[in-house]
């Protein structure tokens, strides 16, 4: 069962008379780990506005290349790649800070950087949220979900050809970072045009299907420890509340319908953004975070918590 063909709904009456027994999550339990994926993101561009606005300077140079606390070097890999292709030998604590955040995301969540740290996500969020308000249910133009390694492929083979670093002249992560840090008016332009292709052309549109910082990422923890298991997936009443709030929900199926081939109840999938709005949504509590050799999963159906999302049911 996918999400393309949805199994039929409980009762609606009899869903919300069960739902009475429990008094309602406040607000803060419905959106948790929105709330801290945005303190995470704010807390990236506050390390850097540190020095600007108080003479402290925590981190210094740009989202795809710095030194924290002068002792930290980060480096973004998919950067240093295109420095290689392109025939540019990098310093050595450039290629140790391409390390530390390589190892760090392949041993975590490699996408966890699209949901977690990515100055991106919050406009694209804001475009999903307000495509939906707006109602515009269609999907529209929909680009595979494969263009994005495509992309990828590409922004290396220009950056070979030319001898630049092809990508970061137009990476709206990179422009977003100088409009915040840097006040770069002009880098607006690329931050809008993203905004706009959500909102008007594709739906979420960018992040999942041409973004190729997120298509590397996924392809760097393809074998990441951090995953989101369906653990309790006994007690899903298929209200579709977590295909809804998903940003890539292909990844939800084979976990949380795949007990009768005997699939795993892990998410397993690398196009996963460990974003955690499936566990925030899911009033019966079938999602949790847990690391990939979880193979444990809850046998009776537990209480059922209010269905006070706010998502449209």
């Known amino acids: 069962m996918t999400a393309a063909s949805p199994a039929p709904r409980l009762n609606r009456e009899a869903r919300l ?9 406040s607000f803060l339990a419905r959106h948790k780990f929105l709330f801290l994926r945005r303190l995470s993101q704010a807390a990236v561009f506050a390390l850097f506005l540190t020095g600007p606005l108080f003479g402290l300077k925590i981190a210094e140079g740009t989202i795809a ?13 998919l950067m240093l790649l295109q420095m290689l292709v392109a025939s540019h030998w990098p310093e050595g604590l450039a290629i140790l800070g391409a390390a530390i955040v390589a190892i760090f995301y392949a041993l975590v969540s490699g996408r966890a950087y699209c949901a977690w740290v990515c100055p991106i996500n919050p406009v694209t969020d804001l475009a999903f949220w307000l495509r939906e308000k707006l109602g515009f249910q269609a999907k529209g133009w929909q680009p595979k979900p494969e263009t994005r390694f495509w992309v990828l ?8 050809v030319t001898g630049t670093i092809a990508w970061e002249l137009v990476n709206p992560i990179t422009h977003a970072f100088r409009v915040v840090v840097f006040g770069a008016t002009a880098s607006l332009t690329f931050v809008v045009a993203v905004f706009l292709f959500d909102l008007f052309v594709a739906r979420r549109g960018w992040c999942s299907h041409l973004c190729p910082v997120g298509a590397f990422y996924g392809l760097l923890g393809s074998g990441a420890l951090v ?17 809804a709030v998903c940003p890539e929900p292909h990844v939800i199926s084979p976990a949380l319908e795949g007990a009768k081939k005997g699939f795993s109840p892990i998410i397993t999938s690398s196009d996963c953004t460990t974003c955690g709005r499936c566990i925030d949504v899911c009033d019966r509590g079938v999602f949790r975070f847990t690391h990939r050799f979880d193979a444990s999963e809850t046998t009776t159906v537990p209480a059922v918590r209010s269905n006070c999302s706010g998502e449209t049911p």
């Open 227 to 243: 995953k989101v298991s369906t653990h309790a997936r006994v007690a899903c009443d298929h209200c579709m509340d977590c295909y």
């Open 65 to 77: 290349s710095s030194m924290t606390l002068k002792a930290l070097p980060l480096t973004d890999p």
């Open 153 to 160: 492929a590409m922004t290396l083979v220009v950056s070979g």
């Open 17 to 25: 008379a069960a739902q009475e027994k429990l008094p309602e999550r």
